[in-house]
């Protein structure tokens, strides 16, 4: 019932208090009175020895003085009239000093139960305020862990849809650059069908000039499909990585909220309270492992030109068993607490707080690792628009510059086509 008494309990504490004292009381007056009975025998053996031998002094005495028989028993009753007086004295002290002594005592009681009600009192006083503002405290901590876990939410959110839309973008810049390689080859096709389908004369006259520009063209094709040789398997890459990347969002999504659940969690364990706040470890494990599998994926089938990502991908996979130790060491001590909770026992070490700390300084190492995922490589997209760029617009300038000129010799074009 809280850390207060129930006034039932109180009354029968004071009430039992009441029948101490009065027993307490009792006893001493039994004590005294057994100390007077045992004074008076005494006295009375005293007296009655005494009274014998005078008896005997005054038989022997008798036959010589009866007056001073006579005198002698009239000292001996004043003598008994003393002793009865001072007895009575006595007796009259002892029981005024016994219910003086009693007042004493039960005053003494009352002041004594009064202090500790006060005391009482005060520590519940204490007690209920220091109760509000650990419950004003406990509010304002996990309205700013709900704030917070929105915040990395909607960061998360935007993160997902940004990454989205630049491997869309790759893929469509990609796919752009292809076609307008196909339609120039084709193009440069239907043109050389066209001065097949003219005249002998016309195609002699025109065939140097097609010689020179069909050379560059070439020249310029083979540096386009080196261009975009190249890029496709950069590209290949970096959607790879861009992929991997998600799947370590969706992890880090499911291990934040898992965060959050623990650090409520710790805070009803340290107070000995039944658990409300649990993690989903299994789900945020189930995740990890898929974002790990990939990452090993990607790994196996790097080309050796990939030499830095190779190794940021070992990496990945060394923490991947030290990050599940951890999960299962958290989930462990969960159990350990439900069972020791459960036989009335109180866990004087609560090992989760370092497994806690522990898993955190692994996750955040392993954020730095998927940053080099994440910059490894500019965008390729970019290396292809220039090369098209430049390309085409040497061939347009060479070509008119060309047609200016009017027909040259024919070894230009074979140097073109050896280079």
């Known amino acids: 019932m809280g850390g207060g008494m129930s006034k039932e309990r109180k009354h029968e504490l004071d009430a039992e208090h009441e029948r101490n004292l009065r027993e307490d009381q009792q006893n001493e007056e039994r004590n005294r009175l057994d100390q007077i009975r045992e004074i008076m025998k005494e006295r009375q053996a005293e007296f009655e020895d005494g ?3 005078k008896e005997n002094d005054l038989l022997s005495e008798a036959e010589k003085n009866l007056d001073l028989i006579k005198e002698a028993l009239e000292d001996l009753e004043d003598l008994k009239v003393q002793n009865q007086r001072k007895l009575e004295n006595w ?3 002892f029981e005024e000093q016994g219910k003086q002594k009693k007042q004493e005592l039960r005053e003494e009681g009352d002041r004594e139960i009064e202090k500790r ?3 009482l009192k005060n520590d519940m006083e204490k007690l209920k305020k220091l109760q509000g503002e650990l419950n ?4 304002i901590l996990l309205k700013s862990m709900e704030e917070q876990n929105e915040f990395k939410e909607k960061l998360q959110k935007e993160h997902d849809e940004i990454t989205a839309k ?7 810049r990609l796919s752009k650059g292809k076609n307008e390689l196909f339609d120039f080859q084709k193009s440069a096709k239907e043109d050389m069908k066209k001065l097949q389908e003219k005249d002998q004369e016309q195609q002699s006259k025109m065939m140097d000039e097609k010689k020179k520009q069909g050379a560059y063209q070439l020249s310029t094709f083979l540096q386009m499909r080196k261009a975009i040789g190249g890029d496709e398997q950069n590209v290949d890459i970096k959607i ?3 992929n991997i990347r998600m799947l370590y969002n969706r992890f880090k999504k499911s291990y934040e909220n898992d965060v959050n659940a623990i650090r409520r969690m710790i805070f009803e364990m340290e107070r000995n309270e039944k658990l409300k706040n649990q993690p989903q470890i299994n789900d945020t494990l189930v995740v990890f492992g898929k974002f790990c599998d990939k990452a090993e994926s990607v790994y196996q089938r790097l080309p050796k030109e990939y030499q830095n990502l190779a190794e940021t991908f070992k990496t990945i996979n060394s923490k991947k068993s030290e990050i599940e130790d951890e999960m299962e060491k958290i989930q462990n001590s969960i159990k350990k607490y439900k069972k020791a909770r459960k036989e009335s026992m109180t866990l004087a ?5 370092t497994q806690f700390e522990n898993l955190r300084k692994l996750v955040n190492d392993l954020d730095g690792v998927i940053l080099k995922v994440h910059t490894f490589n500019i965008d390729p997209s970019n290396q292809l628009l220039a090369v098209l760029d430049k390309t085409m617009e040497e061939s347009s300038r060479n070509v008119l510059q060309r047609i200016g000129n009017g027909s040259g010799n024919g070894s230009g074009s074979q140097a073109a086509i050896n280079k």
């Open 51 to 53: 009274m014998k031998k």
């Open 91 to 93: 007796k009259s002290n």
């Open 117 to 119: 009600q006060n005391d």
């Open 136 to 139: 004003e405290k406990r509010g």
């Open 166 to 172: 630049t491997v869309k973008e790759h893929q469509e």
């Open 240 to 242: 790879e990585c861009d």
């Open 349 to 353: 070490d609560l090992q989760i707080r």
